[in-house]
């Protein structure tokens, strides 16, 4: 069984940055994208960025291009997200997933999880 452990969350000022990263252990398992998504109280899971994990091109939600990026490292099976500019709206549960599908801003393709960290921004 695959697992996905996400860690790097925390409470930042406006402005601050954060980096999350997210561990994949377990039995081997083949992927097409790992990506980051987000949940704030009341919301629905939104779509954060993702990464192709052969190739390793990237895709990103508006709401955090040039802000967020994020990255991979096949070697040591991980997946990061640097956070940068954060502003309050960006708080949320922030959480990591796997997908063997091409569409990988779809929550409802990704077939694995981890449990999510919290990130929470103060004004």
């Known amino acids: 069984q695959v697992q996905l452990v996400e860690s790097g969350g925390g409470l930042v000022q406006a402005g601050g940055s954060l980096r999350l990263s997210c561990a994949a252990s377990?039995?081997?398992?083949?992927?097409?994208?790992m990506g980051w998504f987000r949940q704030a109280p009341g919301k629905e899971r939104e779509f954060v960025a993702a990464?192709?994990?052969?190739?390793?091109?990237?895709d990103y939600a508006d709401s955090v291009k040039g802000r967020f990026t994020i990255s991979r490292d096949t070697a040591k099976n991980t997946v990061s997200l640097q956070m940068n500019s954060l502003e309050p709206l960006d708080t949320a549960v922030y959480y990591c997933?796997?997908?063997?599908?091409?569409?990988?801003?779809?929550?409802?393709?990704?077939?694995?999880w981890g449990q999510g960290t919290q990130v929470t921004v103060s004004s």
């Open positions: 997933a796997a997908t063997g599908r091409p569409y990988i801003s779809d929550p409802n393709e990704y077939s694995t």
């Open positions: 990464i192709r994990w052969t190739g390793g091109s990237t």
């Open positions: 377990g039995r081997t398992f083949s992927r097409y994208a």
